[in-house]
């Protein structure tokens, strides 16, 4: 009945191969198709033509397998090599056994040995630089897009569609956007130009809903663009009436509304964007600790 399940190996040897070959899920899945040693490396008995699963089976994958199931499965690697390195397990319990004597501890735990380092970093994520200009001119853009799906809803009792001006717009913001040297006053008034913009769009929204076009018939994602385009809306105008450029939980993607900026004060990139990490470096083996896109 149904579908057979895909073995763990199956699932987690997708994710590594997609993440060393730095592919999108669809060449992922057309590298192991074409590749005997990839198909080998999942496990199977022999090679096939076709594709063992779809492209969106990888978005399952990546739900099943949390970052704690990750951390186990690096533990027991790590803990693999070490034995290979260091010695078999038994010599660990040898010497454990000769320190609980000597000591006459009856403990489990083994003795310290080797050297611990522990560094925080991060892990930069794959975003356009952001900018406040850009991300209300991409916003306005997925407001229009929205606009025009609730529009198809009700154009029976509309004369015609709500006016955007999305020529106008788009040009007035390509007039700044190409410049290579920009004043902070130009910066501000074409910021405040795309707050109204994108303002009216949502009023748009608003005006539809009230109509009789309902939120729950858009697609997954634009109900999503749309939650992510009201915060952000909130923040940028908050920004810019008190002329700062710091905020809490700042959205610095559409795609990606859980990217955080951290300012890192290097030489060149003083601000990364992704996930904040804390690592253990044992013995010549890495631990991820803690993951956080939020500082800590």
């Known amino acids: 009945m149904g579908a057979p399940a895909k073995s763990f190996r199956m ?6 191969i997609k993440e060393r070959l730095g592919t999108s899920d669809e060449e992922t899945v057309q590298q192991i198709r074409e590749n005997p040693y990839l198909q080998y490396f999942l496990g199977l008995s022999e090679y096939q033509d076709e594709a063992p ?3 969106s089976m990888l978005v ?3 739900k099943r397998l949390s970052l704690e199931i990750i951390q186990q499965i690096n533990e027991r690697i790590v803990l693999k090599a070490m034995e290979a390195n260091s010695g078999t397990k038994s010599e660990f319990k040898q010497e454990s056994n000769q320190t609980k004597d000597e000591d006459g501890d009856d403990s489990d735990e083994l003795p310290n040995q080797g050297q611990l380092i522990l560094d925080a970093s991060c892990a930069p994520a ?3 630089y952001p900018t406040d200009l850009s991300l209300l001119n991409e916003a ?3 407001t229009e897009q929205i606009v025009d799906e609730l529009y198809q809803q009700v154009k029976d009792q509309l004369a015609r569609k709500p006016r955007t001006y999305r020529c106008q717009v788009r040009q007035a913001y390509l007039q700044v956007a190409k410049k290579r040297k920009v004043s902070q006053t130009v910066i501000r008034k074409a910021i405040r130009r795309q707050l109204g913009y ?3 769009n949502l009023a748009h929204i608003d005006q539809l809903v009230e109509l009789g076009a309902s939120l729950s018939q858009l697609s997954r994602r ?3 663009d749309l939650l992510v385009i009201h915060e952000l809306f909130r923040q940028q105008q908050q920004m810019y009436q008190t002329r700062q450029h710091r905020i809490e939980d700042r959205i610095v993607s559409l795609s990606q509304p859980h990217v955080r900026p951290i300012v890192r004060s290097k030489a060149g990139t003083p601000v990364e964007f992704g996930a904040k990490i804390s690592l253990s470096f044992v013995n010549g083996q890495v631990f991820l600790e803690h993951l956080s896109w939020d500082n800590f």
Do not use: P
């Open 126 to 128: 794959d975003i356009r």
């Open 11 to 16: 699932a987690l040897g997708a994710l590594i």
């Open 140 to 142: 306005r853009e997925r």
């Open 60 to 62: 399952h994958f990546r």
């Open 222 to 224: 634009s109900y999503r």
């Open 53 to 55: 699963f779809e492209a």
């Open 198 to 200: 994108v303002q009216r």
